[in-house]
């Protein structure tokens, strides 16, 4: 009974460090990629087409941006399930 009490300790101490590492990654690259997508498109000032209201810049701009953090949880996600495997499975 103490073995398995100890297992599922550590797996919530996994699960609530790997939560806190995957917000602090998801907010680092929210606020890195706009950067970076200016940087790769130095010909095309995306705030100023979407303040001017050009909305294919604007679609094009979130949706990379959503792409980019959906896919960095889903990296998160799959390393805190495979860590909480890993401890139950020991």
């Known amino acids: 009974m103490g073995s398995h009490m100890q297992y599922i300790g550590w797996t919530v101490v996994i699960a609530l460090v790997g939560g806190v590492v995957g917000i602090a990654l998801v907010l680092i ?13 130095p ?3 995306e705030e100023k087409e979407i303040a001017r209201g050009n909305v294919a810049a ?10 980019s953090i959906l ?11 495979g860590a909480i495997i890993a401890v139950l499975s020991s």
């Open 58 to 67: 604007a679609q094009y701009f979130g949706r990379v941006v959503a792409a």
């Open 43 to 45: 010909a095309m000032d």
């Open 29 to 41: 690259s929210s606020a890195f990629l706009p950067w970076f997508i200016g940087r790769m498109t």
């Open 71 to 81: 896919g960095m949880s889903v990296v998160v996600a799959a390393a805190i399930l």
